[in-house]
């Protein structure tokens, strides 16, 4: 089975920028044709997706979030990474990496079929 595992800290400054890291295990970040993906769900509030990096390194972000977000990887530690930036206690919020397999075109929201437990990330000061 695939394991998704986030890590960072769990408190981030105003103003400041958030970073996370997804490290993948019994899976390769590079196999074609999956894509790596970050989502958040506020305190209370849906799930949003922030944006994804797929199998070839191809990124593409939440147009809400672009101008903000930055997502990378490393492919020798099989690990792909969040950046956050200038965050405000609007982005306090639990964190999820997960995988969408393939075949499922627009409805790739729907396959999402590996999480990680998620990690929750409060922006205060």
């Known amino acids: 089975q695939v394991q998704l595992q986030e890590s960072g800290p769990g408190l981030v400054k105003p103003s400041q920028t958030l970073s996370l890291t997804c490290t993948v295990s019994?899976?390769?970040?590079?196999?074609?044709?999956?894509?790596w993906n970050w989502i958040r769900q506020p305190p209370g509030k849906g799930l949003e997706w922030m944006g994804v990096i797929a199998y070839d390194g191809s990124t593409y972000y939440s147009p809400s979030l672009k101008s903000r977000t930055s997502i990378s990887r490393d492919t020798s530690k099989n690990q792909f990474t969040l950046q956050l930036s200038s965050v405000t206690p609007e982005d306090t919020a639990v964190y999820y990496c997960a995988r969408v397999g393939s075949g499922y075109g627009s409805s790739w929201w729907y396959g999402m079929d590996y999480w990680g437990k998620g990690t929750l990330v409060t922006v205060s000061s």
């Open positions: 019994d899976g390769s970040i590079t196999t074609n044709y999956y894509t």
